[in-house]
Protein backbone atom coordinates (compact mmCIF):
# COMPACT_ATOMS: atom_id res chain seq x y z
CA UNK A 1 0.00 0.00 0.00
CA UNK A 2 2.75 2.47 1.20
CA UNK A 3 5.23 2.18 -2.09
CA UNK A 4 1.74 2.84 -4.57
CA UNK A 5 0.28 5.59 -2.59
CA UNK A 6 0.38 9.05 -3.89
CA UNK A 7 2.41 11.31 -1.10
CA UNK A 8 3.81 14.19 -0.12
CA UNK A 9 7.47 14.86 1.34
CA UNK A 10 9.67 17.29 2.90
CA UNK A 11 13.92 17.07 2.70
CA UNK A 12 16.81 18.91 2.28
CA UNK A 13 20.41 18.17 1.04
CA UNK A 14 24.03 19.54 2.08
CA UNK A 15 23.96 22.08 -0.67
CA UNK A 16 24.22 25.33 -0.10
CA UNK A 17 20.84 26.48 -1.05
CA UNK A 18 19.44 23.74 1.03
CA UNK A 19 21.28 25.58 3.87
CA UNK A 20 20.73 28.92 3.40
CA UNK A 21 16.33 28.10 2.58
CA UNK A 22 16.17 26.55 6.18
CA UNK A 23 18.20 29.60 7.42
CA UNK A 24 16.09 32.23 5.86
CA UNK A 25 12.86 30.03 6.81
CA UNK A 26 14.03 28.91 10.23
CA UNK A 27 12.94 24.82 9.41
CA UNK A 28 14.26 21.96 9.15
CA UNK A 29 13.64 21.36 5.40
CA UNK A 30 14.52 23.04 2.12
CA UNK A 31 12.45 20.90 -0.44
CA UNK A 32 8.60 19.57 -1.32
CA UNK A 33 8.03 17.06 -3.41
CA UNK A 34 5.15 14.32 -4.82
CA UNK A 35 5.89 10.98 -4.42
CA UNK A 36 4.01 8.66 -6.75
CA UNK A 37 4.56 4.85 -8.06
CA UNK A 38 4.38 4.73 -11.96
CA UNK A 39 3.02 1.56 -13.09
CA UNK A 40 4.41 1.72 -16.84
CA UNK A 41 7.88 2.08 -15.85
CA UNK A 42 7.56 -0.40 -12.08
CA UNK A 43 8.98 2.41 -10.42
CA UNK A 44 8.49 4.71 -7.49
CA UNK A 45 8.90 8.16 -8.70
CA UNK A 46 9.09 11.90 -7.44
CA UNK A 47 7.84 14.72 -9.05
CA UNK A 48 10.33 17.75 -7.99
CA UNK A 49 11.42 21.00 -8.99
CA UNK A 50 14.89 21.56 -9.91
CA UNK A 51 17.13 24.41 -10.55
CA UNK A 52 16.61 23.62 -14.39
CA UNK A 53 11.99 23.38 -13.79
CA UNK A 54 9.94 20.82 -12.86
CA UNK A 55 10.44 17.30 -13.30
CA UNK A 56 10.11 13.67 -12.08
CA UNK A 57 13.03 11.39 -11.26
CA UNK A 58 12.75 7.85 -10.25
CA UNK A 59 12.97 7.20 -6.46
CA UNK A 60 16.79 5.38 -6.16
CA UNK A 61 18.02 8.08 -8.16
CA UNK A 62 16.74 11.08 -6.02
CA UNK A 63 17.45 9.19 -2.77
CA UNK A 64 21.07 9.28 -3.58
CA UNK A 65 21.15 12.91 -3.51
CA UNK A 66 18.22 13.98 -0.86
CA UNK A 67 17.64 13.56 2.74
CA UNK A 68 13.76 12.43 2.87
CA UNK A 69 12.75 14.43 6.35
CA UNK A 70 9.33 13.67 6.68
CA UNK A 71 6.61 12.50 4.27
CA UNK A 72 3.13 11.56 4.01
CA UNK A 73 0.28 9.90 2.60
CA UNK A 74 -2.10 11.88 0.46
CA UNK A 75 -5.90 10.94 2.00
CA UNK A 76 -8.55 9.81 -0.66
CA UNK A 77 -6.14 8.19 -3.33
CA UNK A 78 -8.29 8.84 -6.40
CA UNK A 79 -8.27 12.46 -5.86
CA UNK A 80 -4.92 12.43 -5.71
CA UNK A 81 -4.07 10.53 -8.31
CA UNK A 82 -6.40 13.00 -10.27
CA UNK A 83 -4.70 15.97 -8.52
CA UNK A 84 -1.25 14.50 -10.10
CA UNK A 85 -2.38 14.19 -13.31
CA UNK A 86 -3.28 18.05 -13.30
CA UNK A 87 -0.03 19.20 -11.49
CA UNK A 88 1.75 17.44 -14.31
CA UNK A 89 0.37 19.97 -16.91
CA UNK A 90 3.52 22.17 -15.45
CA UNK A 91 6.20 19.12 -16.30
CA UNK A 92 9.28 20.81 -17.98
CA UNK A 93 8.45 25.01 -16.56
CA UNK A 94 10.91 26.81 -15.38
CA UNK A 95 12.20 27.17 -11.79
CA UNK A 96 10.79 30.06 -10.20
CA UNK A 97 13.86 31.85 -8.27
CA UNK A 98 11.66 35.12 -7.31
CA UNK A 99 8.81 33.27 -6.02
CA UNK A 100 11.18 30.92 -3.77
CA UNK A 101 13.02 34.23 -2.48
CA UNK A 102 9.42 35.96 -1.49
CA UNK A 103 8.99 32.73 0.27
CA UNK A 104 12.05 32.85 2.12
CA UNK A 105 11.83 36.83 3.21
CA UNK A 106 8.24 36.22 4.17
CA UNK A 107 8.88 35.77 7.55
CA UNK A 108 10.18 39.32 7.88
CA UNK A 109 8.07 41.26 5.58
CA UNK A 110 4.96 39.14 4.67
CA UNK A 111 2.18 42.05 4.93
CA UNK A 112 4.12 43.34 2.06
CA UNK A 113 3.95 40.58 0.07
CA UNK A 114 0.68 40.15 -1.74
CA UNK A 115 2.45 38.14 -4.73
CA UNK A 116 4.17 40.95 -7.03
CA UNK A 117 5.57 38.65 -8.99
CA UNK A 118 2.70 36.39 -10.31
CA UNK A 119 4.33 33.93 -12.92
CA UNK A 120 2.27 31.02 -13.80
CA UNK A 121 4.77 29.69 -16.07
CA UNK A 122 7.36 28.95 -13.27
CA UNK A 123 6.90 26.77 -9.91
CA UNK A 124 9.08 26.59 -7.05
CA UNK A 125 9.39 23.04 -4.78
CA UNK A 126 6.68 24.14 -2.44
CA UNK A 127 4.35 25.87 -5.17
CA UNK A 128 4.30 23.19 -6.76
CA UNK A 129 2.94 20.74 -4.15
CA UNK A 130 0.85 23.31 -2.97
CA UNK A 131 -0.96 23.57 -6.27
CA UNK A 132 -1.21 20.12 -6.35
CA UNK A 133 -3.41 20.12 -2.74
CA UNK A 134 -5.15 22.95 -3.86
CA UNK A 135 -6.00 20.62 -7.54
CA UNK A 136 -7.37 18.01 -5.67
CA UNK A 137 -9.36 20.24 -3.28
CA UNK A 138 -8.00 19.26 -0.06
CA UNK A 139 -8.36 21.59 2.72
CA UNK A 140 -5.01 21.71 4.28
CA UNK A 141 -3.56 24.08 1.70
CA UNK A 142 -6.66 25.96 0.40
CA UNK A 143 -5.74 29.47 2.33
CA UNK A 144 -2.51 29.18 1.13
CA UNK A 145 -0.26 31.21 -1.47
CA UNK A 146 1.31 29.02 -3.49
CA UNK A 147 3.97 31.81 -4.24
CA UNK A 148 4.78 32.59 -0.80
CA UNK A 149 4.43 29.60 1.02
CA UNK A 150 7.84 27.79 2.35
CA UNK A 151 8.57 23.86 2.43
CA UNK A 152 8.80 24.51 6.22
CA UNK A 153 5.22 25.87 6.39
CA UNK A 154 3.58 23.63 4.55
CA UNK A 155 5.30 20.66 6.34
CA UNK A 156 3.78 22.02 9.58
CA UNK A 157 -0.11 22.25 8.00
CA UNK A 158 0.72 18.80 6.44
CA UNK A 159 2.24 17.72 10.54
CA UNK A 160 -1.20 19.17 12.07
CA UNK A 161 -3.97 17.73 9.47
CA UNK A 162 -4.86 14.20 10.95
CA UNK A 163 -5.79 12.97 7.67
CA UNK A 164 -2.52 13.06 6.11
CA UNK A 165 -0.97 9.77 7.36
CA UNK A 166 2.91 9.96 8.32
CA UNK A 167 5.53 7.65 6.96
CA UNK A 168 8.12 6.00 8.87
CA UNK A 169 11.77 6.99 7.98
CA UNK A 170 11.93 3.38 7.11
CA UNK A 171 9.33 3.36 4.64
CA UNK A 172 8.95 3.86 0.90
CA UNK A 173 12.81 3.00 0.31
CA UNK A 174 12.40 1.39 -3.23
Given at each position: ???????????TTSKWLSRLIRL??????????????DETL???????VEAWGYEVRPWSR??????????FIVP???RARQA??????FLGVKY????AFLAGVKRWWGRFLKRP?????????????VRFLQLGGYPVAADLDPETTSPGELLIRVEQDPTFTSLPPSAARN
Open positions: MILDSVTVGFSFTKSRVSHAWIGYYDKRMVMQWMKQNRRVAETQELRGISADFTAYHNPGKLMCSEAV
